[in-house]
């Protein structure tokens, strides 16, 4: 499991829930404290015990998954302080902290769940496109290129190339933290037919994280996402070669000839 996306992500969500709840808890018992001579009831009591009885769940979960592997210590202790202060705030100000807490919560979930709709996951041994080669000129090439899902692209397409060797390439988003957790951790889309020393850019959807030509919005960062591009080899071009894009067991990309 070790330091990946989605086992700190599931980390994060827990550490998040254990420090968020434990403050809760102190800060309720605290105030319980002060004002124990005041009629509270019970119902303060039993919100002191919801709250640790989350804490500890929270915290026992985490604590199973940190024994299956090892994992990004620095990146919890941030996890686990910003659930801390959360807590605080919303003990202290329930309304006026709680209320645009959840609000944000709900927003970067929805945020980063449509961003994914415009992806594909990542899949070891999948296939992201097969490129055919139809003719070779002296000036250009009649190229094929089909697609197992859609990516804004026609499954099946023509296109006209410069000459040269040829490649693909494609985009990348990787979520860290409780969105790789909540969204899933890592995705894909083919961006580009590379052809010589030129590149063919491809069209596809547009999510509210990441824009057209690729930059990724502040907030996307904050919320734990990364986008990179990541290149093909080359093959040369000669008539009626064919080449599947494939997702490797290492995480990479490659072309396999058939």
């Not at 105030?31 to 009885?53: E, K, T």
């Not at 329930?94 to 990542?122: C, D, K, Q, S, Y």
């Not at 494609?170 to 590149?199: K, N």
Request: hydrophobic share 50%; with cysteine.
């Amino acid at each position: 499991m070790g330091s990946d996306p989605g086992s700190l992500g599931a980390l994060a969500v827990l550490g998040v829930g254990a420090s968020f709840f434990f403050v809760v808890a102190l800060v309720l018992s605290i105030r319980r404290f002060m004002r124990r001579n005041r009629q509270d009831g019970r119902s303060g009591l039993s919100l002191v015990f919801l709250s640790l009885s989350v804490a500890v769940a929270c915290a026992s979960w985490g604590i199973v998954l940190l024994a299956r592997g090892r994992s990004d210590w620095e990146a919890l202790t941030w996890y686990l302080a910003g659930g801390g202060l959360a807590g605080l705030a919303v003990a202290i100000f329930p309304r006026a902290a709680g209320v645009p807490l959840v609000v944000l919560a709900a927003l970067a979930w929805i945020g980063a769940a449509t961003e994914v709709t415009a992806w594909h996951p990542w899949v070891e041994g999948r296939t992201v496109a097969k490129l055919s080669v139809y003719s070779v000129e002296t000036d250009y090439m009649l190229c094929g290129l089909s697609l197992p899902d859609r990516n804004t692209l026609p499954i099946v397409q023509n296109v006209r190339l410069p000459p040269g060797d040829l490649g693909l390439s494609v985009q990348t988003l990787r979520f860290r933290g409780p969105l790789a957790f909540l969204v899933g951790e890592r995705y894909y889309r083919l961006s580009a037919i590379l052809a010589g020393d030129q590149a063919h850019p491809l069209p596809f959807e547009r999510g509210p994280l990441v824009s057209v030509d690729g930059r990724i919005a502040l907030v996307a960062r904050l919320l734990g996402a990364q986008i990179a591009t990541a290149s093909s080899d080359r093959f040369p071009a000669e008539e009626f070669a064919v080449v599947s894009l494939m997702i490797r067991p290492d995480g990479s990309i490659g072309l396999a000839r058939e």
